[in-house]
């Protein structure tokens, strides 16, 4: 009884929570009643209208679909090496080079041309995905989970929980992020496990800025406090009644999140303090291109290509998110 | 408003704090060789243990940071590893190409990103509001060393090939010395780091001022006839500002991220620049002067956020 009762609680506040959302103030009743055409009504969740709304918008559908195709390329790496012949840290010193050492530019032995070591810039980009989408989604996670419970800690415990992580939120902001990641990574030296942790670190107080403002509001709602009259204590009133009411907002920062982490990377192997060679990542790429500008721009161009596409298809595929949850301006313009 | 500075400022200075022992334990636990990189190849013992007293690497930590506090409070930083030259020296010398990029940088990207949001917004989904969106989500997804890359590229590298030197590569002129050569040498790097942040305010803008341009207010100012050209820039500007006032706030911050990027791209010898070639040689009073540095700036602009905001909008008060 007691398992049930909640939930049919928060059940019953989601969905008056989702009809909130798209409007606010009073004219939400009118509004709704107008949108709604004479069709046999049916419950669904806001779940379910949300999903729906995303799958209507293409532009959001066609970057999920570069997104796998990216997340194929990342997995299916080895498949390229098959294909060309070439493994992605293989040196062809006499056919990779030109006779003044220097890249060779796109041919059909080398689709997308050598770098300056004469390995093939394809296969390394096809391997790079790795990094970045590894990075992009293991370090997300991370950020997210901390920031969540901070969050939400700080915002339902309240008094000197609060004051003290609110505090700690503070610091952690007005620290020079990239400075200070640089620096310790200069300092433990270069890995995949330090850039991840370094990221996570310094970014989920953003995260936990925003779902703090959330409970603090959530918290005051009646049926936090039937929860409570039914005995729930403070963790279960704090991850299964709160928690589920903040999950939208977590979810659209989550694929917002994503691109920011994954140039956050690329800038760090892009200074010299992402990965030791000779792994293949795309901001290390372009970092070894740089020099190379005059001469190769295959070498520095395709990797940035690879680059801002994913982070173009994250961003676009996010504001579809978004706009998925929270379709108020949408229907601000369709007034 | 006193107390709402005075409280800022206390806090502001708690942070800084925070941030001196988290910055120095961080640098200064962490074992290093500088005394065995200074001494050379053939060096004794000796000689390192020498250097290392010259430098008070030898005294206990907790030592090391009373010094390096009750120094920092009377102005001085502590001296690089290297030359012995003052860290504020350092930063001083360093901090007007900084100043200049960023400043600039800003005017610009406030400029490019609320004025594209504006007119993205006063005629939601024409063409030009399409375009603005696409054109802010591409910057806005670029790293900004590849824009200052193909910025290189095309505009310095291409262009001078095919003979108009209009942009240089790199370099930094002083203001002082000669102004034209100063913003031409910045020009490029102002744009690199605007066009990637303004972004962020173009989409801000543009939904803040369509949110605004929704409200009654709006509608009674266009019934009593205003012209429609200060209905948005005089009533509907200066409300949607505000979420625009806090962003900029927050992405100060960030700011100095892409500072440090586009000073080594164009190898301009400011601040972020400095601080990667002195993390490159481990000279950690350099590290640890200009991320406290930095830090304080943020703090600081934070409370003068705080300020404007208030002064944009009468209904926030100040406690």
């Known amino acids: 009884m007691n398992a049930e009762n909640p939930k049919a609680e928060t059940l019953r506040e989601d969905v008056e929570h989702a009809e909130r959302v798209p409007t606010t103030g009073e004219s939400a009743g009118a509004r709704t009643v107008a949108a709604v055409p004479a069709k046999k009504i049916e419950g669904r969740s806001p779940w379910a209208l949300a999903w729906d709304r995303l799958r209507r918008d293409k532009v959001a559908m066609i970057s999920l679909l570069i997104i796998v195709l990216i997340a194929l390329m990342a997995i299916f790496a080895p498949l390229f090496t098959a294909w060309t012949g070439h493994p992605p840290n293989e040196q062809y010193h006499s056919t990779g080079l030109t006779l003044n050492g220097l890249p060779k530019p796109p041919s059909s032995t080398f689709y997308l041309g050598t770098d300056d070591l004469g390995r093939d810039v394809l296969v390394r980009i096809a391997y790079g995905a790795r990094i970045s989408l590894l990075v992009g989604v293991i370090a997300t996670l991370i950020t997210v989970a901390i920031g969540v419970v901070v969050g939400l800690a700080a915002g339902f415990l309240g008094g000197l929980v609060d004051t003290a992580l609110a505090r700690l939120i503070d610091v952690v902001l007005s620290v020079p992020f990239l400075l200070v990641a640089i620096a310790l990574v200069s300092i433990t030296g270069p890995s995949l496990t330090v850039t991840i942790l370094v990221i996570g670190f310094f970014s989920w107080a953003s995260v936990a800025r925003i779902v703090r403002g959330q409970v603090l509001s959530l918290r005051e709602r009646e049926f936090v406090e039937a929860a409570r009259s039914l005995g729930a204590g403070s963790s279960r009133i704090m991850f299964v009644d709160i928690l589920p009411n903040v999950l939208a907002q977590v979810i659209v920062y989550t694929t917002l999140l994503i691109p920011v982490v994954i140039v956050v990377q690329a800038t760090l192997s892009f200074l010299g303090l992402g990965l030791p060679p000779p792994t293949a990542d795309w901001g290390g790429m372009i970092s070894e291109g740089q020099a190379y500008y005059r001469v190769a721009w295959w070498f520095v161009l395709f990797p940035s290509v690879a680059l801002v596409i994913t982070t173009l298809a994250f961003n676009l595929f996010g504001d579809g998110v978004r706009d998925a949850f929270d379709p108020r301006t949408d229907q601000l313009l369709n007034k | ?319």
């Open chain 2, 1 to 319: 408003m006193i107390r709402f500075l005075i409280r800022r400022t206390l806090l502001g200075i708690f942070v800084l704090w925070l941030i001196t022992m988290a910055v120095f334990g961080l640098f200064y636990v962490t074992p290093n060789n500088v005394a065995r990189t200074l001494a050379g190849r053939q060096a004794t013992p000796a000689t390192i243990h020498l250097i290392q007293e010259r430098l008070g690497l030898d005294q206990p930590l907790w030592k090391q940071y009373f010094d390096f506090v009750g120094n920092a409070l009377h102005g001085n930083l502590g001296y690089d590893y290297y030359h012995q030259v003052p860290v504020t020296t350092i930063i001083a010398q360093a901090l007007p190409i900084t100043v200049s990029l960023s400043l600039g940088a800003a005017i610009l990207w406030m400029i490019i990103g609320v004025g594209n949001g504006v007119i993205s917004a006063v005629r939601p989904r024409s063409i030009a509001d399409r375009g603005l969106t696409v054109f802010s989500l591409v910057f806005y997804s670029m790293p900004t060393f590849v824009l200052g890359l193909l910025f290189l590229y095309f505009l310095y590298f291409k262009l001078t090939l095919a003979g108009y030197d209009w942009f240089p590569a790199g370099g930094y002129v002083p203001l002082t010395d000669d102004p034209a050569q100063w913003a031409r040498s910045l020009i490029l790097p102002w744009f690199t780091l605007a066009l990637v942040l303004a972004a962020t305010y173009t989409r801000l803008t543009r939904g803040s001022m369509l949110d605004v341009l929704s409200e009654d207010y709006i509608r009674t100012a266009r019934s009593k006839g205003i012209r429609e050209r200060r209905v948005v820039m005089r009533h509907g500007l200066r409300s949607a500002l505000t979420p625009v006032v806090t962003q900029f706030g927050i992405d100060l911050g960030q700011l100095i991220g892409g500072v440090v990027v586009t000073e080594t791209v164009f190898s301009l010898p400011g601040l972020g620049k400095t601080s990667i070639d002195a993390i490159n040689q481990q000279d950690l009073p350099v590290i640890v002067g200009i991320v406290l540095f930095a830090s304080a700036a943020v703090v600081l602009a934070n409370i003068l956020v705080d300020v404007v905001y208030a002064v944009l909008d009468p209904r926030v008060r100040l406690h």
